[in-house]
């Protein structure tokens, strides 16, 4: 079946502008996550949806940074004013439930950001 | 809080050589272990997980032990092919708090490269 995939594959931008990043989590899967990788290291988690809810965003780094889920299927990650900062490859995940701590996270392909 | 230290890389082995790339971890409460690996160009893929202390995850030929006395997770392989060139991360996930969802804290990952 279709994994998670993301759209778009590659976003360059210029500072101060914003921007969307779509996630299709696999069909079914009721966890959604997002994370941030920057160059040379692991990715770092930004929000969990369960369902339609945001039920962790304590990863979100400021108030620039905000997502939806708004039929708990798709997710759409809005970054505001964007800051070169904010280059990185940003990854979504889904997982079936999301409530078991040996649920496996299967994750999209990733949005490669550049702020210019 | 929750955190994953792995070996820097490039780790740089010739075909059929032996393989470790060590793993350790503090977490709070009971944490299931992960690696990924991400091939060149490619998304993050599970490679094997552990949900408790002893058990064994195996996979392509790679396998590690959950070690709770060491709190370690190391990933082996005892012939490593050109087509493991990638990077791999360990990761971690715990539900300290009972609060019914997890997620992900990885490693800064290391690169893994075989020659001929």
């Known amino acids: 079946g279709a994994g998670v995939s993301q759209t778009p594959s590659n976003k360059v931008t210029e500072k101060g502008k914003y921007v969307e990043l779509r996630c299709d989590p696999i069909s079914g899967h009721t966890a959604l996550y997002w994370y941030r990788q920057s160059l040379g290291q692991g990715p770092e988690f930004l929000i969990y949806?369960?369902?339609?809810?945001?039920?962790?965003d304590s990863g979100l780094p400021n108030d620039r940074f905000f997502a939806v889920r708004p039929e708990g299927s798709v997710s759409t990650l809005k970054i505001q004013r964007t800051e070169r900062g904010d280059s990185a490859v940003y990854l979504c995940a889904s997982s079936l439930g999301g409530i078991a701590r040996g649920d496996t996270q299967y994750f999209g392909p990733g949005t490669r950001l550049t702020v210019l | 809080g929750n955190s994953v230290t792995q070996m820097e890389g490039p780790v740089t082995l010739s075909e059929e050589a032996f393989l470790t790339i060590n793993c350790t971890y503090t977490a709070t409460g009971y944490p299931s272990l992960f690696w990924y690996v991400q091939y060149p160009g490619e998304g993050l893929q599970l490679l094997l997980k552990a949900t408790k202390a002893d058990d064994k995850g195996s996979n392509k030929g790679f396998e590690a032990t959950y070690r709770k006395e060491t709190t370690s997770f190391h990933l082996e392989k005892g012939s490593v092919q050109v087509s493991d060139s990638a990077v791999y991360f360990c990761?971690?996930?715990?539900?300290?708090?009972?609060?019914?969802?997890?997620?992900?804290?990885f490693g800064k990952g290391t690169m893994l490269l075989v020659s001929p």
């Open positions: 990761a971690l996930s715990s539900d300290p708090l009972n609060s019914g969802y997890s997620t992900l804290t």
């Open positions: 949806f369960q369902g339609t809810g945001a039920a962790d």
